[in-house]
């Protein structure tokens, strides 16, 4: 039980796999040694990045953990130590080295195959939260007993959350624990591990009293620790780090999103720091959180366009010129954007189809108008199934331009409510003396300075003019992989 600082989930990750080495080298050993990166990657310790794994090993050294063995039957002593004793990180003939050891009391506890289950680093790699992490430990020590020992219920709270009992959290109800902490916990244990775990509560009148978790072996083949020992990736954390996003607000966004939406959040948000337009991002987790439903919602719809079967993912057939007997399959046509509706208001009059860039070539993008033989069907000739082909093709490119376009614009527009009071002043400014410049007609600048920038007559000046500030004169024409996951969420 932790009474100090918060443990974090990768922490806790990166000293499972300390243990996991001081269980092989033995305990006869009083001081542990292994190569660094076996026990982290994605960091590189002749970078400022050597910061971010002294920080988490000064964590497991200064976060003191009080136990008293949980059942009857091994006593009722009380315990407190640090995670570790101490931590040495050193570089010897080009390669560095990590160092540590156990106070006694805590070695005796963990190292003991009889006391502390071995457990499987490769299940525990997949779990993102800390108390599934802790839950998953706990349960594999009692896996054989079936049922976990029976406590109070707040004595569960700082174990499985990993942060110290506060007069906050104190006073929080125990049906708040169970929404927040326990129902997520069990529900990604029984998801992703080997063992299956119920709750059960004990009732003292008419409220909870205690809590403990029946345990049972998922019936396939135990899964066993087949893949070598991974070390903990660092990558992500160093680079959110990197762009001003604290560890604790990204593992709360990596649980909520997953792992890739986050790191292509991070991108984004790289890019935006990068432009600096119209002002600085002031709070990088907060506008990295707001990327994050539109990142998992284009992953999801990628991963969905993906799998075999889908519409996005069948390749269309290009039409024989000739009419000749055994047409072969053409490679996909390209998703490049086709015609801008003018009713997005980009400024600029419609592109004719045929004269978009990147519009698809002739005879591509026929979904299954000309059999194989390459006779037309229904009375029509092979070059008028392919100019229908065409056409069907052209207006679907259209319905997913002017969606993701759409989309794009809600984006931007979100972006400018997020800043502040102060930054949209100074925004409207900017708009008014590029307005004037343009020598915008006065009703519609006057309406800027009396009705703000929200206005519909307004509003399309200020997307245009943030966007291409913000993201280059390209920002409302979409890659071949926008639309196609716009497609693949609407279909054909």
Not at 109 to 121: C, I, S
Not at 437 to 446: A, D, E, F, N, Y
Request: glycine share 8%.
């Amino acid at each position: 039980m932790p009474k100090s600082t918060r443990i974090t989930s990768l922490g806790r990750k990166a000293y499972n796999v300390l243990l996991f080495m001081a269980q092989d080298q033995g305990l006869d050993k009083d001081v542990f040694r292994a190569p660094l990166d076996r026990v982290v990657k994605g960091v590189d310790f002749d970078s400022h990045d050597h910061e971010l794994i002294k920080k988490h090993l000064r964590a497991m050294v200064s976060t003191t953990v009080e136990w008293q063995s949980p059942t009857t039957g091994e006593g009722a002593a009380w315990n407190v130590s640090g995670l570790l004793a101490h931590a040495r990180i050193a570089k010897e003939r080009g390669q560095v080295w990590v160092e540590w050891s156990y106070a006694v009391n805590l070695k005796q506890e963990l190292l003991e195959p009889t006391v502390f289950a071995r457990l499987k680093l490769e299940v525990i790699s997949q779990l993102r939260s800390h108390a599934g992490i802790s839950l998953y430990e706990i349960c594999t020590r009692y896996k054989d007993v079936g049922r976990t020992a029976r406590q109070p219920w707040r004595w569960w709270r700082p174990v499985l959350s990993g942060q110290p009992e506060t007069e906050r959290t104190a006073r929080l109800e125990y049906r708040i624990f169970k929404r927040d902490t326990l129902k997520p916990a069990i529900a990604e244990v029984n998801a992703i591990t080997d063992l299956e775990v119920e709750l059960l509560e004990h009732k003292e009148g008419r409220s909870v009293g205690e809590i403990q978790f029946l345990i049972r072996p998922k019936p396939q083949a135990s899964l066993g620790l087949t893949t070598p020992l991974e070390p903990v990736d660092m990558a992500l954390v160093g680079q959110a780090a990197g762009l001003g996003v604290e560890e604790s607000k990204l593992e709360s966004l990596v649980a909520e999103f997953g792992e890739a939406a986050v790191a292509a959040g991070l991108k984004t948000l790289s890019q935006r720091q990068a432009h600096e337009y119209p002002a600085p991002v002031r709070d990088p987790a907060r506008y990295l959180r707001s990327l994050m439903p539109g990142e998992a919602a284009k992953l999801a719809t990628a991963l969905q366009a993906a799998e075999p079967g889908h519409p996005a993912s069948r390749s269309a057939l290009v039409p024989p010129e000739s009419g000749g007997h055994g047409a072969a399959p053409a490679s996909r046509p390209s998703l490049a954007p086709a015609a801008r509706p003018a009713s997005v208001g980009s400024g600029v009059a419609p592109v004719a189809p045929s004269r978009a860039a990147g519009a698809l070539p002739a005879g591509a993008g026929l979904a299954g108008g000309v059999g194989s033989t390459g006779h037309g069907v229904a009375g029509g000739t092979p070059t008028h199934l392919a100019a229908m082909g065409r056409d069907a093709q052209t207006r679907r490119q259209a319905r997913w331009t002017e969606e993701w376009i759409r989309r794009r614009r809600e984006q931007v527009i979100e972006e400018i409510r997020q800043m502040s009071p102060e930054i949209q002043a100074e925004l409207v400014q900017q708009l008014l003396a590029d307005m004037e410049r343009r020598q915008v007609h006065p009703s519609i600048r006057k309406r800027l300075q009396t009705s703000g920038w929200q206005h519909p007559l307004v509003l399309t000046e200020m997307v245009r003019f943030y966007a291409v500030g913000s993201r280059g004169e390209h920002w409302d024409q979409p890659s071949a992989q926008d639309l196609l996951a716009v497609a693949a969420e609407l279909g054909d």
